[in-house]
């Protein structure tokens, strides 16, 4: 050990050597991102200024997509920098930052996405006690513990792993600090770290997987028994984008996750992760706007008046 050098900054490797290919990258990650940005300050606008949005759904929805910002704004930012400039290195403190944040704004999501579930289940189900069930108090206090228990949950992994030492290589092949890569690079014994990982994944990815799923399976009882077939309908239709979000968002993590840290392999990991962390951020609100009567209504009467007002000031 005395023989290796403290590890005080990180090389990130990233995706390839040739410039054209950087740049090609960044071009489209790059849109990508401001199309990401765009569509959820969207949804985030239209939840706050129109009247009929102004209900527990789209109140975890906005808070949904603010979340969708934060988690594409901790990797993409520097991802895009690493790309332009070809500087591609991070220190140690910038690293377990931007690991801590990824890690707690993905987390809370989950939590998020299954406080969304049960909303829809109160909604349905329950149609009667809804109202005084899901009152904006217990809202905010639901999107406050979904952030709590990300943070506290994630606590429980980043204490064993920012604790480790790195004394060896600084190469860290991916594009952003990935718990996976950085117990690659310790010169310790990461089984403990290792195990305390997959734990976690397993606990918030099937643990809030299985209260969806229970929600849902309530939810599709209840629409079977309703009588009419447009009633049927309506009341699935009001589930049916939650579903896609849920199964993309759920599918990306799983694929990516749950399995033992030293079967992972890097390359194929960092091209999984990013599709997990730029996909879901970008669809999850244009499939809510596209698939939502109210909100597509929402949207047209905002361009509406946007157009009028144009037409306005012109005249």
């Known amino acids: ?13 990233g995706f390839t050597e040739i410039r054209l290919v950087q740049i090609s990258l960044f071009v489209i990650i790059l849109s990508l991102y401001l199309l990401t940005l765009m569509g959820n300050l969207v949804i985030i606008t239209i939840t706050l200024i129109d009247l009929h949005l102004q209900t527990p759904m789209y109140f975890f929805l906005r808070n949904l997509s603010l979340l969708e910002i934060g988690y594409s704004s ?12 070809r500087k591609r290195t991070i220190s140690l403190m910038a690293c377990f930052t931007q690991c801590a944040l990824y890690f707690i ?17 109160i909604a349905i189900c329950h149609p009667l006690r809804y109202p005084i069930i899901m009152n904006r108090r217990v809202c905010i206090h639901l999107v406050t513990g979904s952030w709590l228990c990300g943070f506290l949950l994630i606590l429980f992994l980043l204490i064993p792993l920012f604790q480790l030492p790195f004394c060896g290589s600084n190469v860290i092949n991916n594009f952003f600090c990935d718990n996976t890569a950085l117990i690659k690079l310790s010169c310790a014994d990461t089984q403990l770290v290792e195990l305390i990982c997959f734990f976690i994944a397993v606990l918030t990815l099937l643990g809030t997987l299985s209260i969806t799923v229970v929600s849902y399976v309530n939810i599709i009882s209840t629409i079977s028994r309703i009588p009419s077939a447009t009633g049927r309908r309506k009341a699935f239709s009001t589930c049916a984008s939650h579903i896609i979000v849920v199964s993309i968002t759920y599918g990306a993590c799983i694929f990516l996750y749950l399995k033992p840290t030293r079967s992972v392999r890097l390359d194929f990991n960092k091209t999984a992760a990013m599709f997990n962390i730029i996909l879901p951020p970008l669809l999850d609100p244009f499939i809510y706007s596209l698939r939502n009567k ?15 007002f144009s037409k306005d000031s012109r005249m």
Do not use: H, W
């Open 294 to 308: 109210q909100v597509k209504e929402a949207l047209k009467q905002a361009v509406g008046r946007i157009m009028r």
């Open 105 to 121: 704004v993905g987390t809370s999501g989950f939590f998020l996405l299954t406080v969304m579930s049960i909303d829809r289940y």
């Open 74 to 85: 901790i990797i993409i930012p520097k991802m895009l920098s690493n790309l332009l400039t």
């Open 1 to 13: 050990m005395k023989n290796k050098t403290v590890v005080t900054e990180f090389v990130l490797l």
